[in-house]
């Protein structure tokens, strides 16, 4: 009795992001998916207009409400793990996940290239956060 009480005090509520890709009937006449806020999406998805295909992962900008620095950090950090993975499957035949990325995988120079945007980017995002922006 005590151990189920103790978790249940345990349970915090928490804020997610989860970005949807929807097959959106067209209907010219009504707002742009990308324009729909949370009701609109609620009523595509009740009377079927909108069909939920799959949730995206990675990175979800609000970009009404996200500070350019911390968006700019994300991306950077985004862009690390993506050069990291391919530099993993270039490295080692048998990485879980290797054939996969080398169908379509980027250069060598490209891998390079993405890394020093990657740092690059991240400065930028430092010099935004000392402004507060």
């Known amino acids: 009795m005590w151990l189920r009480s103790e978790l249940k005090s345990r ?3 928490m804020t997610h992001r989860v970005a949807l890709e929807l097959d959106v009937e067209d209907d010219s006449g009504q ?3 990308e324009e729909w806020d949370l009701q609109c ?3 595509a998805l009740t009377a079927g207009l909108a069909r939920p295909l799959r949730t995206i992962r ?3 900008v609000d ?3 996200d500070r350019l620095s911390a968006t700019l950090d994300a991306l950077a950090a985004d862009i690390d793990e993506i050069t990291e993975l391919h530099w993993m499957a270039s ?3 048998s990485f879980p996940v ?3 990325l080398r169908r379509k995988r980027p250069s060598l120079e490209l891998l390079i290239e993405l890394e020093a945007m ?3 980017v991240r400065r930028l995002a430092s010099h935004l956060e000392g402004e507060g922006l």
């Open 11 to 13: 349970h915090m509520r």
């Open 31 to 33: 707002l742009e998916p």
């Open 41 to 43: 999406l609620i009523a």
């Open 58 to 60: 990675g990175l979800v």
């Open 63 to 65: 970009v009404e409400h």
């Open 91 to 93: 490295a080692s035949p």
């Open 98 to 100: 290797a054939p996969a």
């Open 118 to 120: 990657a740092e690059h």
